[in-house]
Each structure stands twice: as C-alpha cells, then as structure tokens.
C-alpha cells in the first residue's frame, strides 16, 4: 500500500524498533509510564545482558531513558519511553497496520 | 535473525502488531495500589475538613498531620513493591491532588471558615464540603483503575 508520497509503507517501518527484542522492549514501556529493568526482562524472556545491549541501542537512538534508583541497599533501574520514541513506536504501528492491509508479499 | 524492515510481509506485520497489543498490558496490580493510594489521599483530606468541624483545630490538625505520614508510608511502600508505573498513572494522581488541593483551599475551608464566624455551618454543609474536597482525587483513581481494566 502506497503512501500519499507515493512511497510504500515499509519505508516508514523503524529499523531500530523493528528488530524483535528491542520491538518487545518498546511494546512493554509504551503501557506503561515506568517499568523496572527486572519486569522488563522477565515478560519478554531473555538475560539481563541481552535486554542491557538493546536498552543501551534505544537509549543511543534517544528512544528510551534509564533512571538508576536505589530500594534500600538494593539498586534498581527503571526504563521509561521517551516522547520520540513513543512517536516512533506509533509510526512504526502504523506502517505495519498498512502493510498488513496487503495481500501480496511486501519485498 | 529478523528479516530487515523492506522485507516484511502482511503475516508478519499481522504478528508484531498482535504481539505490541498482548505486550502493552502493564501490571494491573500496580494500577490498583495507586489507585488505592489515591482512594486514600481523597478520604485523608476529606476527613480532614469533618475533623475541623468536629474537634479543636489544633487536634484536626494533628490528626492530618499523622494521616499525611501514613500515605507518605504507604506511597514509599508502593515504590518498592510495584515494578511498574501504569501509563497515565502519575499525571492522573498529580491532576487529583491538584485539584482536590485547590477545591479545599480556595472553596471549602474558606465558605467553611466563612459560616462557621456567623454561626451558620450545618453538617450537610460539612459533608458536602468534605465530599467535594475527596471527589478530585476519587474520579482520578476510578479513571486509573479503568485504565488498567480498558487494556
């Protein structure tokens, strides 16, 4: 499906959204204002260094920021959308909704 | 490894766009301890304008005063326990207490202040005050819980 510029839609898909961990990652923080890093982690199912490398690629591309707080004695790291990339993550929705109105493989 | 973005077809973008709804639930728990502090922030301030009427001011005050330092307990509890912060939830509380601030220190307590100097308070005009004072922060948290419900 072609767009008013007459460019298709995957030309608007996000490619640091796109990829699957960081794409979970964005899902998760758009439903909420804060997560912490260990919710995070344990609804999208992968290690502590896998969900840090991909934080630290949405946190490069201004996407997400990280509030480093302390529970007691005990550290804890809270993971928040920001206004981009909450807005990338609607326009890379949006794009998917249109392609999905395709029939034909979209290459 | 994921296909780049030029290659993905309509069943694919079918399931991304399923997994970001199934994703985007958030912890109805947190919701409801913050919509429960809220509750508690609304019925605290409340009770403080029936306190007012019922004893000494300095005692209404006290008490208050202690109920203050029970939320201030409960609100730093939530903070360790939740493990998220709903979406909405904080701008919602904010405009709660804002406004039901505002309804007591501008409206009630002076019309109270007011009619209580001429010796005409009535407890129905207490407790429409006290219900207006705790309704700002009530709707917030109904509006918080229904969010959480709606996802």
């Known amino acids: ?107 | 490894m994921t296909d780049p973005p030029s290659r993905v077809t309509p069943e694919q973008a079918r399931q991304q766009l399923q997994e970001a709804a199934a994703r985007s639930l958030g912890s109805p728990r947190d919701g409801r301890l913050y919509a429960a502090f809220t509750v508690c922030a609304g019925v605290t301030m409340a009770l403080g304008i029936v306190l007012l009427h019922l004893v000494s001011v300095t005692a209404a005050v006290v008490a208050t005063a202690g109920a203050v330092v029970l939320l201030s307990a409960f609100l730093m509890w939530i903070g360790r326990t939740a493990r998220t912060v709903p979406r909405r939830t904080r701008t919602l509380m904010q405009v709660g207490a804002t406004a039901s601030t505002v309804v007591m220190l501008m409206v009630v307590t002076p019309l109270l202040t007011m009619s209580s100097l001429d010796g005409t308070t009535s407890w129905p005009m207490v407790l429409a005050g006290a219900v207006a004072v705790a309704a700002p922060n009530l709707i917030a948290a109904v509006l918080i819980e229904r969010s959480m419900a709606t996802r």
């Open chain 1, 1 to 107: 499906m072609t767009e008013a510029d007459g460019r298709h839609a995957r030309h608007r898909l996000d490619e640091i959204v796109h990829a699957p961990v960081r794409f979970s990652i964005v899902a998760v923080l758009a439903g909420v204002d804060e997560a912490e890093f260990a919710f995070v982690r344990d609804t999208i199912e992968v290690s502590d260094s896998v969900l840090s490398k991909h934080v630290s690629r949405l946190e490069d591309a201004g996407y997400v920021s990280v509030r480093k707080g302390h529970v007691g004695k005990r550290p804890r790291t809270w993971l928040a959308l920001t206004t981009s990339g909450r807005q990338a993550f609607e326009r890379h929705l949006a794009a998917l909704r249109t392609i999905a109105g395709d029939d034909p493989l979209v290459t």
